[in-house]
């Protein structure tokens, strides 16, 4: 398949890391990754706060830059957040709705119908479950809200993260809670979102994991955080980075890109 990347602006700017891993996979179960330059950031930042007509132009970027989808010239778009792909699929055609622009809300419609969270790409697209990866760490998995309720990749992480080979994988206690994270809900309630943070960051030492995987860098960037500043041991990484690697290949993100929780 020739498949568009949509990196998404959190892990163009500070992790790029997962983005790279994800090209590294689909690369390697042997399909073509090619990455549109003008993409930018996909809305949702500016849609949660309420911002409708400060987000049209981002909307109408990505439309336009993700457009050649719809002609056939990719067969899908995949990106490596939950969160990004729920407001790719639902807040992208309502805001335009809203904004009086019914074109651009049709076309946002259909090019999210063919855009796809990396976990739900590969289990329910490529139809599999195990992608050859090996991964010999002690590995729990946060599943993020959005991912979960709104991208709803359902049981998809699991499915790959138990077929990796020499992987000790373990639940999370409390899994479906909220991390505290949120994107602005952490600034503009602070003392709610870090005592959120607390409870999942004692969920997550619980498990004795050496890394914690989750689908979303936002959300990996917040616990990361904690855990760091606990000095806890625990590093995060993004499913990406864990299915990336093989016992032949074991691929590793470039030395310059960012580390949280290390």
């Known amino acids: 398949m020739k498949i568009a990347l949509f990196a998404t602006c959190i892990s163009d700017v500070m992790f790029p890391q ?8 689909l690369r390697r179960l042997g399909h073509e990754v090619v990455f549109p330059e003008q993409q930018g950031c996909c809305g949702q930042m500016h849609i949660n706060t309420g911002y409708y007509p400060e987000a049209m132009p981002l909307i109408e970027n990505h439309v336009r830059t993700f457009e050649p989808v719809l002609d056939g010239e990719w067969d899908a778009i995949v990106v490596p957040s939950g969160s990004c792909t729920g407001s790719l699929r639902h807040q992208q055609e309502i805001v335009a709705k809203h904004e009086g622009n019914e074109p651009l ?17 590969l289990v329910n697209v490529l139809g599999t479950d195990d992608v050859g990866a090996y991964f010999p760490h002690r590995v729990t998995y ?25 992987i000790d ?6 899994e479906e809670s909220c991390c505290g994270f949120g994107g602005t809900f952490s600034l503009k309630n602070p003392d709610v ?29 917040h616990i990361g955080g904690g855990l760091s500043r606990n000095r806890s041991g625990v590093r995060v990484m993004h499913l990406a980075e864990v299915l990336a690697p093989t016992q032949d290949d074991p691929w590793f993100p470039p030395e310059h890109t960012t580390k949280v929780g290390a």
């Open 105 to 121: 809300a049709r076309r946002a419609k259909e090019i999210a119908a063919k855009t796809y969270e990396l976990s739900e790409f």
């Open 18 to 25: 997962a983005p790279q891993a994800t090209v590294h996979l």
């Open 142 to 166: 946060h599943p993020t809200c959005h991912s979960m309720r709104i991208a709803k990749v359902g049981d998809a992480p699991y499915r790959l993260l138990k077929n990796v080979g020499g």
């Open 169 to 174: 994988f373990v639940e999370l206690p409390e």
């Open 193 to 221: 979102s870090t005592a959120m943070l607390a409870q999942k960051m004692a969920n997550v030492i619980s498990t004795k994991a050496e890394i914690l995987v989750a689908g979303d860098y936002s959300c990996l960037m």
